[in-house]
């Protein structure tokens, strides 16, 4: 892998900022920044493209009380087992669980097991962290 140096000729306010913001984040140098920023670019395209193999985690905060949110949570995992690498429960109150899906799978197919969880009736907040297996990502 070789390195490569180019410019980048930007307004001198919004580097002001850039630099102000990556100082502050503990970046060392502008290259490892921008480097960051460009993986994220490509990180994001495999998600866009939906047939990419993909990792990310599927995070929840449940009512545990709600009628039959923890049966379809669990038959849910159940479902995708060959997507659904591993989960952790953590008990957040008496009635209050958050639970922490890790996924790895085809982006498209990632997506529908997000939404399939997030629209659960019960759940109270959840998010889906899309990231990348690090295969292709130098």
Not at 93 to 114: P, S
Not at 116 to 129: A, E, F, N
Request: charge should be negative; glycine fraction near 8%; hydrophobic fraction near 40%.
């Amino acid at each position: 892998m070789g390195i490569v140096r180019f410019g980048v000729s930007i307004p001198k306010e919004l580097l002001e900022k850039f630099d102000g913001i990556i100082e502050e984040m503990g970046y060392t140098n502008r290259s490892e920044a921008i480097r960051d920023l460009i993986r994220d670019m490509v990180v994001r395209h495999e998600w866009q493209l939906g047939d990419e193999e993909v990792a990310g985690t599927i995070t929840i905060v449940y009512n545990h009380d709600e009628a039959d949110v923890v049966r379809e949570l669990l038959d849910l995992q159940h479902e995708y087992l060959n997507e659904i690498v591993s989960s952790l429960h953590v008990h957040m109150d008496e009635h209050n669980c958050l639970e922490v899906i890790v996924v790895k799978g085809r982006a498209k197919k990632i997506k529908k097991i997000a939404d399939r969880l997030l629209s659960l009736k019960g759940v109270k907040h959840g998010k889906l962290v899309m990231t990348t297996t690090g295969r292709d990502i130098v």
